[in-house]
């Protein structure tokens, strides 16, 4: 469920939420990076060329204090043939 799950996708399918670094840091970031630290992984997020989403411009229902929002031109729901476009 987008709305209680620690991340998924924004409406827009332009962004990802984080709705929980905490529960995200121990249950999904270790399934696919060795390092388990949350900041870690946004370091590695804006060597990729993700940005940060200010939380007034997202859309949907009210946000946790701790959520944060990420963005990539190339990293999007509906367009998966974009990720080549990605570089660290």
């Known amino acids: ?39 870690s992984i946004t370091r590695k997020l804006y060597r990729w060329g993700f940005h940060q ?11 946790p204090p701790d959520a944060m929002i990420f963005a990539n031109e190339n990293f999007q729901r509906d367009a998966r043939h974009k990720i080549a476009n990605m570089k660290s």
């Open 1 to 39: 469920d987008p709305e209680t799950f620690c991340l998924s996708w924004r409406p827009d399918g332009e962004s990802f939420l984080v709705r929980d670094p905490v529960a995200c840091t121990q249950t999904i970031i270790p399934l696919f990076f060795k390092q388990a630290k949350f900041t």
């Open 53 to 63: 989403v200010e939380r007034h411009d997202s859309e949907g229902p009210p946000l």
